[in-house]
């Protein structure tokens, strides 16, 4: 099985490319190693602090925010980063070319009862942003999806799981727990089109639009409804461990539009939860929207904007676009 180094170079990625994702898998492997040690090392808990989202951050949070900052500052090849734990972007490297956002610990609220949480992360070039050369600010980081170079996540579950896109598609790597090594387990991840499952949050089931509340209803409606299938259910309450599920099995996931806080009709994060996750899912031949605009082509005002998202089987997805208005006459085989 190929090692990571050796999946990277097969790919032909530039060497300095090379050498930020590795330092993101090499620190993935400590953050799985204070994951698993749980209770035991003391990581366990809420902190009195809350973050930037107004979110009160987990010892874990914080833990692995700075181990992820530690290294990206040692890397060499960083230019600044963002993060969900941190108010503002970092400037990094003034030699830098790369710029880094993540969401350190997504689903961090599992941590307590031991369920699915992992890293997320987003590699952006340092020199295309709209921010004058040689400054760095917020607005360097505002580059749409489309440019990202390379994005992934960690899955600290059962096995520790890193999948990751440079652009060629997406490799699934498996820790190996005796030689610390990520192997290669799944050279071409891929997303079957149709899915008879779906994953939302049902107990916002009142507060969503009309056209998601009609797609949820006809989805639960099953063979008699006007879907004629039946459809499961599925939520893991962590993005990362939903991804992972329609990237290994197909199905679609759905953070939607709601109106329960007014202030907040989005939950999910553009620069370093929904970009990395789109440009996955697209690589793995399926499709990601608000429900009125491809992930990938937004242009992010801020570095911590919410967004709506469904994600997953590219039939699925048009399915419930086409409940959104969106027309897709020129692709008639979407029911
Ligand atoms: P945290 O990273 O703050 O735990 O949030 C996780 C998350 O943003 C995302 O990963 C999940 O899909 C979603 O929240 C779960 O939201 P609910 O609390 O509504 O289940």
Redesign the pocket.
Known sequence: MQTLAQHLTSQAVNDSLSQLILTLADTSKAISHAVRHGALAGVLGATEQENVQG?TQKKLDIITNDMLKDALKADGTVRGLASEEEDHVVEVSQNGQYLVCF?PL????NIDINSLVGTIFSILPATKGPAPAGVLTETSFLQSGRAQLAAGYVLYGPSTMLALTTGQGVQLFTLHPETNEFLLTNAAMSISPDTQEFAI?MSNQRFWEAPMQTYIADLLLGKIGPREKSFNMRWI????G?VHRVLSRGGIFT?PTDNKDPKKPY??RLMYEANPMAFLVEQAGGKASTGYETILDIQPTHIHQRVAVILGSSNEVDACLSYHGIDYSEEPNIE
Not at 106 to 109: H, K, L, N, T
Not at 237 to 240: F, L, N, P, Y
């Open positions: 979110e969401d997504d689903g961090s609220s949050n309450a962590a993005m990362v939903d953070y939950k999910l």
